[in-house]
C-alpha cells in the first residue's frame, strides 16, 4: 500500500535541516549508491538531491585539506624546483613548480579530481 503524507496549514513545503541535507547526500552519492532509491528511502525528490549537491559544490572554496607531516628520509623521486608535492590517492604523484599561477595549479588539481 502507498504511503501519503499530508500537510496541513500554510506552510506546504517540508523544511530539511544542513544535517539533514548531508546525510542524503551522502548516502545518495556513497560508491555503490543509487540516487533514485535514495530519494525514496527518505521520501524527497531526486531533483532536490541534486540541486542540494550543485547548491554543496557552489559553496566549496576550491580548496582541499592539508595534513603538514614530517618529510621522510627515504622519499622517492626528487622534488628539488617544485613549489609543491601531492600524493594522490592512487598512489600517482603531481609536481607543481614554483613559479606557476595559482589559477593554473588549481585548474589542474581540478582536472585530476575523480
Do not use: C
Not at 544542513?18 to 556513497?30: K, Q, T, V, Y
Not at 622534488?79 to 595549479?105: E, H, K, M, N
Request: without cysteine.
Amino acid at each position: 500500500m502507498a504511503q501519503m503524507t499530508v500537510f496541513t496549514g500554510p506552510e506546504r513545503r517540508r523544511r530539511w535541516s544542513e544535517d539533514d541535507r548531508r546525510r542524503i547526500l551522502a548516502a545518495a552519492f556513497s560508491p555503490g549508491a543509487v540516487v533514485s532509491e535514495v530519494a525514496r528511502q527518505f521520501d524527497v525528490s531526486t531533483a532536490l538531491i541534486y540541486k542540494w549537491r550543485q547548491e554543496a559544490r557552489a559553496l566549496a572554496v576550491g580548496f582541499a585539506p592539508v595534513v603538514l607531516a614530517p618529510e621522510p628520509i627515504d622519499r622517492p623521486g626528487p622534488t628539488d624546483g617544485f613549489g609543491i608535492v601531492v600524493d594522490l590517492a592512487d598512489g600517482s604523484r603531481v609536481s607543481i613548480g614554483a613559479a606557476v599561477s595559482p589559477a593554473l595549479a588549481a585548474a589542474a588539481l581540478r582536472a585530476l579530481r575523480p
